[in-house]
Nanobody, 121 residues
Framework: QVQLRESGGGSVQAGGSMRLSCVAS?????IGWFRQAPAREREAVAV???????EYGHFVEGRFTISKDSVRNKVDLQMNNLSLEDTGMYYC??????????????????WGRGTQVTVSS
């Protein structure tokens, strides 16, 4: 079974940038990022499918970019112009699907442990 390892979280001031990485130990079809803030539901941030399709959450508004490195079997999430609302635990997840609703957490079968992102004013 594939295992996921996230890295790159930390603290940053509002307006700053941060890059998250997720390395997968095995094969997958689609890989994406979710996030969860305290007392809020987990929400989908971005996904890239095996055929290269990209999807982003409505709140991204052009600030984040997801990219996949198939050679290193990893996916990065570049986050720019971060705001306080972006604070949360960010999780990498993989799914076996090629199409369909990408933002449903139940469609992802394996999750990483998460990496904390804290944006301060």
């Amino acid at each position: 079974q594939v295992q996921l390892r996230e890295s790159g979280g930390g603290s940053v001031q509002a307006g700053g940038s941060m890059r998250l990485s997720c390395v997968a130990s095995g094969p997958y079809v689609s890989i994406g990022w979710f996030r969860q803030a305290p007392a809020r539901e987990r929400e989908a941030v971005a996904v890239v499918t095996k055929n290269g399709n990209l999807e982003y959450g409505h709140f991204v508004e052009g600030r984040f970019t997801i990219s996949k490195d198939s050679v290193r079997n990893k996916v990065d999430l570049q986050m720019n112009n971060l705001s306080l609302e972006d604070t949360g635990m960010y999780y990498c997840a993989v799914g076996r699907w090629y199409t369909g609703p990408w933002n449903r957490a139940d469609r992802y079968h394996t999750w990483g442990r998460g990496t904390q992102v804290t944006v301060s004013s």
